[in-house]
């Protein structure tokens, strides 16, 4: 299993974002979870390169996970 870095632009930001560069991953789910390991929302990859994201975030790092089988990507993700 492969392990990648994610883009996520603009971070920090205010709860909305955008996840890019997902060319190599298909088939998968993305995870944000609070730095104590609660889910906080998720969904699947659907083959588009950049996946928007639009959420009510209390401020705080929250970390961003992607896999698909064949490769993983970790990344903190900042809301203020």
């Known amino acids: 299993q ?3 870095e994610l883009n996520i632009y603009p971070n920090p930001n205010q709860g909305e974002f955008d996840i890019v560069g997902l060319g190599d991953f298909s088939n998968g789910n993305w995870e944000l979870r609070d730095l104590q390991g609660k889910l906080i929302t998720s969904g699947q ?8 994201v639009s959420i009510d975030l209390a401020p705080g790092v929250y970390n961003l996970m992607i896999n698909d089988g064949d490769y993983t990507a970790n990344s903190k993700l900042v809301v203020r």
């Open 2 to 4: 492969f392990s990648r």
């Open 45 to 52: 990859l659907d083959g588009n390169e950049i996946i928007h």
